[in-house]
Structures are given as structure tokens and as C-alpha cells.
């Protein structure tokens, strides 16, 4: 079993930076994939970036702007999200797929998802 907790999301101008967290616990291991995905209201659930060891993949509309990285030792994952965007505005979400050998786009791949946490981008 795997729970998930997103947090660091807010309300920002446009062009400025925020950092997501995503504190993981339960069957967790260095070794998973993980992945960020965001749902805007009234648009698809989309995959925003994902991460496992020796391979990162990025959405093509956040490549540039957003780095996706794992603290192992705090069990963590973050979004760093630059110079960010109006079309960006979402809740965010964090997920892990328990066995895989690359990174899944698809949100129906991953195994356990975490509640959100809402990103609003002004401009």
C-alpha cells in the first residue's frame, strides 16, 4: 500500500516559480516510477512529467520550464515549475506505478494517486 500527499501549490503570477512536493509512504522504493500529472476544470487528466531511476520524460508543453526530481532519502519527489503559465492553472497530482520499466503517459498505468493540489497562474 502507497499513500500520497501533494503540497506547495499556490497562486502565482505569470512568469513566476513554484515548487511541488509529493511526501511518499507505505510500499514505496527507489526503484518506482513516479509521475505528475494535472486536470484543469472542464480538461483531460494529462501527464505533466515523470521520473524513474536513470530516465525523466516531460510533457512537451513543460519541457524548458519544469523539472521533475526524487529525494530518496526523504522519500519525496518535487516539481519545479518556472516561469509558469495561465494554461498551466490545474490541480496537481503526484502518482507511483508499483512495477514498471519506463515511465507510463497514461494516467491508467499508475497504481496510487494522491489528492491534488491546486495551482492557479494569473496574468
Known amino acids: 500500500q502507497v499513500q500520497l500527499v501533494e503540497s506547495g501549490g499556490g497562486s502565482v503570477q505569470a512568469g513566476g516559480s513554484l515548487r511541488l512536493s509529493c511526501a511518499a509512504s507505505?510500499?514505496?522504493?527507489?526503484?518506482?516510477?513516479m509521475g505528475w500529472f494535472r486536470q484543469a476544470p472542464g480538461k483531460e487528466r494529462e501527464f505533466v512529467a515523470g521520473?524513474?531511476?536513470?530516465?525523466?520524460d516531460y510533457a512537451d508543453s513543460v519541457k524548458g520550464r519544469f523539472t521533475i526530481s526524487r529525494d530518496n532519502a526523504k522519500n519525496t519527489m518535487y516539481l519545479q515549475m518556472n516561469n509558469l503559465k495561465p494554461e498551466d492553472m490545474a490541480v496537481y497530482y503526484c502518482?507511483?506505478?508499483?512495477?514498471?520499466?519506463?515511465?507510463?503517459?497514461?494516467?491508467?498505468?499508475?497504481?496510487?494517486w494522491g489528492q491534488g493540489t491546486q495551482v492557479t497562474v494569473s496574468s
Open positions: 502518482a507511483v506505478v508499483l512495477s514498471s520499466w519506463r515511465v507510463p503517459r497514461g494516467w491508467s498505468e499508475y497504481d496510487y
Open positions: 507505505g510500499r514505496t522504493f527507489y526503484t518506482n516510477t
Open positions: 521520473i524513474r531511476p536513470g530516465t525523466t
